[in-house]
Each structure stands twice: as structure tokens, then as C-alpha cells.
């Protein structure tokens, strides 16, 4: 045990150096941080209750998740009702319909009934592995699908739609450049956001709710306007209002429910300026099949009105006066440039599968944070000092090792969480102070077995060696049990419940190694080098 060849004492040693040099940047202010090379500019990052920011508690509305399934079901049975082998394999159907959150159209030649079902069953298998399905398929009247969605379909779908809406969020949130926002699921509904060092929620809130669905559709010619204000419309279609400022007459239009191209196609999105009136607008560019299918709509349509609609609402409603072949297209409407860029990096990250309102809002200011930090500071400082003088007065030199090998754990411990660029709460102060009293508590145990083997008489080599070697079982099984308790709270725990579980299992395997490992090495020189016959301890 007290065996250290050159080669150990060197990888120890650089290992502590190591510690010490990433773990500076974290204390430099930012300027001085940028001046180094890019592998030391990694730092410890402070959370929302210390830097201070924005918190946001964001829930879906599943109403809205339940039409979208709707919508996507509807384009299914289009796309299965197509043949793959051409217009002969095509199965002819009537209006589909989705009034009460079920989606019924009828079988023009009965003959295709039971063609049509097969290619729907092999469209809503679900959950294949547990046998499943997200809808059920009846036949009624001998000729009329219905279609109805499942319990289990629905709870998969909500599942499916948050963990999407979820990682669509932490995109936009990272595009608006800030650091470390803290994004996860609460519940089976809702997502919390919260983004250190930022004031102003009012930009990540639009940014964040806005749903961004983009969709192309045609608007309806034999649209009768008195009637559609009367809420009568052609079957198939449907009133969407105008988005607020975009439109002075008419506050509506009657559009084909018919999507002819969607958001999902898009393949960037960038704010400019018209170059006619120089206002802000999108400019987008679709992919091959959404330039395809654009500039097919567009030749098949010219001199009608398509209308561009955003999150249900229509921003324009212009006329084809040609064919758009170039796969891009412009979204003007009452745009700033804040505005048409937050627009922009929604687009670019993709629609959200379901909308979601803000529920909850928080800000805590720096000067709260900064205040947390220096009570945390001061009771770091106090359990420091007081673990150190004791240390000291009870053990002698053997407590100065003690006290070094804590300096170096807390270097550690720093450089670690910032090589894996983890956050720092509250909690988390709580959990590196809480490792402090766990660094010694090794050493102590250490110690008081050297006591023992002392006192029956053991030389000084013999009572140091065991105290080590039979401490360390001790100290391990300990540290273990710590360790699992830990693991426990990260993967149950949300929030500073993880910071505090990260930070005390960084905290525990860091002492372990500074607590035994370095402070055996120290002894074992000491002890080389001078061959005492007796120690104080």
C-alpha cells in the first residue's frame, strides 16, 4: 500500500495539475476567458437560481394534438388510397369526413372494400410489438370506413408529440445564442424551460409558443362570401382567419382543408427584405419533392389564389400569376426584423406537434442569484475553515495532508463539471459543500484505524500500512452506498434535484481518490524520506 514508484507518483501528479489548470477559467471574468485557447475555455455554467433568468412552464393543448392526428390521418388515407402501380390501382372515394374526432368516407365501387381496409390496416399497426393499433377500422353500411382513434394510440401520440415538442424547443432556445437553458419533460403534458441570464421572457415566449405550421392551400373559388359569413361553405373546405394586421377587408378566407405543401418540407429559412418595399420577410427554400410538388400546384393553378397560413391563421392570399419553378418562395406579412427572424428559426427547427401555452412565468434577477452565491460562498468558507482546523489540532501533520488532498478535491471537482460544461445550482452548492465533510470523513477513518494499530503496538510503517489498506474497504462500501443514493436522485429527480445528485457523485469519486489515494502518497514519502520511529496522530 505505501509502495509509490515514480511512475505512479508522475501520472498522480499530473493528474492534480491537470485539476488545477481547467479549472481556472471557471473563476476568470469572460473577457479574459476568450483570450485562451479553445480547449481552456470551458467553464462552470451558473444556473437560473443563481445567474437569474427566465423560467417557463409550457403545457400542450392535446385538443389541438387530437385535430393534427386528424389531419395526418386524412392525408394517410389520400396517400393509401393512391395505387403504387398508377391510376388503375387507385381506389375511388367520396368527401372524407372528421366531424366528431373520426374520420368516415365512403367506397364508391364496393368491389375495393376490402382492398381498402387491408391498405388501411397496414397503415395504423401502432405499437406492432404489443399488438395495438392507433386506430380502429369499421365498416358501416357496406360501404362507409370509419375510422376511430384508440385509447393507446392517443396516449402514444401525446407521448410522441412532447418528446418532439420537447427537443424542437431546446433548438430554438439555442439559436437565440443563449447558454445552457435547462429543458425537460414535467408530467405526461407539460415542459419546463428555464434559460439562465435571461431578463426579458417576452422574445423566448413568443418564440417558444409559436407553434410555426406552416401550410400552402388553395383557396376555395365557388366559395359563396355570404354564405361562408354565415359559416355555410363547400364541403371540403373550411373558414381560416386572417392573422391580426394582415388584412383590411375580409377577415377570412375559405380554403381547400386540402394541405398542398407543409412546413415539413422546408429545408431553410432566413429573414431579409423585400426588395421592392423594403420590408422584412422569410425567404424559404423547400426540398426536391417540395419544389417538385410546388411548382407542379403552381403550373396547374395559375390564375387562382393560394394562401400561405401560419399556425391556423392566413398571413397572404395572393394570385399565381405564373409557374414557381425555383423551389423557394417569400413570406411577407406585418414582420419586424426581430419578428420575421424569431419566425425564421421556428420554421428552421420545424413545427411543433402540438401547441403550447405558457401556464407558469418566472424571473429571478441577478441580484437574487448573486445573493444565493454569496450565502453559499460564506457557508462554504465556514465549513472549509472549520473542517481544516480541526483537522489540524486532532491529527497533526497527518490532518495538513488531509487539508492539502481537500484543496485539490475542490480543483478537482470544479474542472470536472466543467469539462462536461455542467450547471451549477443552488442544490449544488449545497451538494459541494456536502462533499467537503465526505472528503475528510476518509481521512478520518483513515486516521483513527492508524490510532488503533498503533496503540497494540504496532511499528510506525506496520500500524500506517493497515490503516490504509483496512480503512479503504471501509471507506469504499461507504462511498458505494453514497454513489447509489445519488444515481437514485438524478434518475428520479428533475431540475436542482439533478444538480445536487451531479455535483455529489463528482464529489464523492473525487475525495475517494484525493482522500486515499494522494493523501497515501504524501505519507508514504514523508515516511521514505525521514524513517520515523514514532507519529503523532
Sequence with gaps: MLDFPRWKTIGISIILLLGILFSIPTFLPETTRASLPSFMQSKVNLGLDLAGGSHLLLEADIDDLRKTQLTNMEKTVRTAMRGERGPDDDIAIGELSTAGGKISFMIRDQKQLDDARDRLFSQTQ????????????????????????????????????????????????????????????????????????????????????????????????NADPAEAAAGRVPVGSEIVPYAEGERSGAAFEVLRRQVMISGEQLINAKQGFDQQNGQAVVNISFDSGGSSTFAKVTAQNVGKRFAMVLDGKVLSAPSINEPILGGSAQISGSFTPATANALAISLRSGALPVKMAVVEERTVTPELGADSIRKGVIAGIIATVSVLTLMVLVYGRFGVYANI?????????????????????????????????????????????????????????????????????????????????AALMFWFGSGPIKGFAV???????????????????????WLRTTRPTSINI
Excluded at 449545497?430 to 488503533?452: M, P, Q
Design 503 to 525: 455535483v455529489l457523485t463528482i464529489g464523492i469519486v473525487t475525495s475517494v481518490f484525493t482522500a486515499v489515494t494522494v493523501t497515501r502518497m504524501f505519507v508514504a514519502h
Design 126 to 221: 401502432g405499437a406492432a410489438l404489443t399488438g395495438q393499433r392507433d386506430w380502429n377500422i369499421d365498416i358501416i353500411d357496406t360501404s362507409r370506413i370509419v375510422m376511430t382513434p384508440t385509447a393507446a394510440g392517443q396516449t402514444q401520440a401525446v407521448a410522441d408529440a412532447m418528446d418532439s415538442a420537447r427537443d424542437i424547443i431546446d433548438k430554438r432556445v439555442n439559436d437565440l445564442g443563449t447558454r445552457e437553458p435547462t429543458i425537460i419533460r414535467e408530467g405526461n403534458d407539460r415542459v419546463v424551460v428555464q434559460v439562465p441570464g435571461l431578463q426579458d421572457p417576452a422574445a423566448l415566449k413568443e418564440l417558444i409558443g409559436k407553434t410555426a405550421r406552416l401550410e400552402f392551400r388553395m383557396v376555395d373559388p
Design 405 to 485: 488532498a481537500l484543496f485539490f478535491n475542490v480543483f478537482l471537482i470544479v474542472a470536472i463539471m466543467a469539462a462536461f460544461n455542467a450547471t451549477l445550482t443552488l442544490p449544488g452548492i449545497a451538494g459541494f459543500v456536502l462533499t467537503i465533510g465526505a472528503a475528510v470523513d476518509a481521512n478520518v477513518l483513515i486516521n483513527e484505524r492508524i490510532r488503533e494499530e498503533l496503540k497494540r503496538g504496532r511499528k510506525v510503517f506496520q500500524a500506517v500500512e493497515l490503516g490504509y489498506s483496512e480503512a479503504s474497504r471501509a471507506i469504499f462500501d461507504a462511498n458505494v452506498t453514497n454513489v447509489i443514493a
